[in-house]
């Protein structure tokens, strides 16, 4: 049973974890996202996030965080707190040391956990620990919010294959392209931000040959600050040109193909055995050993299908214009569920979620 504790006015603490949490986005993957906040007598005293990837967890940025700005009571006040944190605190030696030790060091009496940690060394584990040495622990607060938080973590953890997010646009009467595959606006310019800003967001972005031949795309962040996501292009035959701006060797590239597994420069051509009966699966496969924990796939309509027939995605952005066309290419078609539609921008644009419960 799933327990929604928004009511609670201690909810808005787990909130700000979230804030906190969503900081690290574009820069901790492939660990998850976590913030923790210290109350002392319903006063924040303490805040943290985990910033970066190797580096200290969310639990032990609060905690200093208190030291710095109490040097001469930390002690007392920690003795006194309770840690919010939305992930179950660690309990194995990673690349730092675990974080239920940290706050058994300092006796902090109440700990409040979003989402339990899958991560096999840490699972129960880092609760059990806490409780043990005879702290009190609530755990699953605000869990469904702390769940959607870290389901690209999630997913890659108990599925053992990356998060897929399908995004796409097409008119209002449901058209993706001119017949003639040429290349035609549908979503306005805020689209286009919004699009950057979600590559900083995944480790990678793939499309398929059609695409990346026709359009001939950078597949980089222009319109925004942050990471740009590792490049991967499905081009069976190697039928892409040398000249093409995917080739460019500006950034990792990965090319899945049938024929080489071959290394050059930024660019790894990876060969897929079974091309044509399990080319999802094999590229879920292969990026889960890369450690590729999200992938946004931006087409086309073949490659959507694709992952869509194939049961591999998780959630699905469509941009949606107010144009009709009447003619032209059909955009891939969803198993309709779990709608919410939000209008974004001056154009009136509207981006349709449809994320899988
Ligand atoms: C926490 N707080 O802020 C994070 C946790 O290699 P390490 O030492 O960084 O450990 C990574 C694992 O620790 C990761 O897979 C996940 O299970 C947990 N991440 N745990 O208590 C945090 N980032
Ligand atoms: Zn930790």
Known sequence: MTRNNLEEPEAKYMTRCFELAELGMGSVSPNPLVGSVV??????????????????????????????????????????????????????????????????KHEIPHVVIGSPDPFDPVNGKGVLKLRNAGIKVTENFCVEQSN?????????????????????????????APADRSQKWISGPEAKVLTHKWRTEEDA???????????????????????????????????????SNLLDQSQPTIIFNA???????????LEIENFDHYLPQMIA???????????????????????????????????????????????????????????VGKDSLHILFNVKP
């Open 285 to 343: 496969y292969q990026l889960y050993i890369l450690d590729i924990q999200s992938v946004i796939i931006e087409g086309g309509a073949a490659t959507l299908d694709l992952f869509i027939k194939a049961d591999l995605w998780d959630e699905a952005r469509i941009f949606i214009s107010d144009q009709h066309w009447g003619q032209g290419l059909k955009g891939p078609t969803l198993p309709a569920e779990n709608e919410k539609v939000l209008a």
């Open 259 to 269: 024929l080489k597994t071959e290394y050059n420069g930024q660019v790894k051509y």
């Open 39 to 104: 109350v002392h007598n319903g006063k924040v005293v303490g805040e943290g996030y985990h910033r970066q990837y190797g580096k200290a967890h969310a639990e032990v940025n609060a905690i200093n965080d208190v030291i710095q700005r109490y040097p001469n009571n930390f002690a007392e006040i920690l003795r006194q707190s309770t840690i919010y944190v939305n992930l179950e605190p660690c309990s194995h030696f990673g690349k730092t040391p675990p974080c239920s030790d940290l706050i058994i």
């Open 148 to 176: 959607f938080i870290n389901r690209r973590f999630f997913t890659r953890i108990t599925k053992q294959r990356p998060y897929f997010i399908l995004k796409w646009a097409q008119t209002a009467d449901g058209y993706f």
């Open 205 to 243: 972005i793939l499309v398929g040959k059609t695409t990346a031949v026709s359009d001939n795309p950078q597949l980089n962040v222009r319109e925004w600050h942050g990471r740009p996501p590792l490049r991967i292009v499905i081009d069976k035959n190697l039928e892409l040109s040398l000249s």
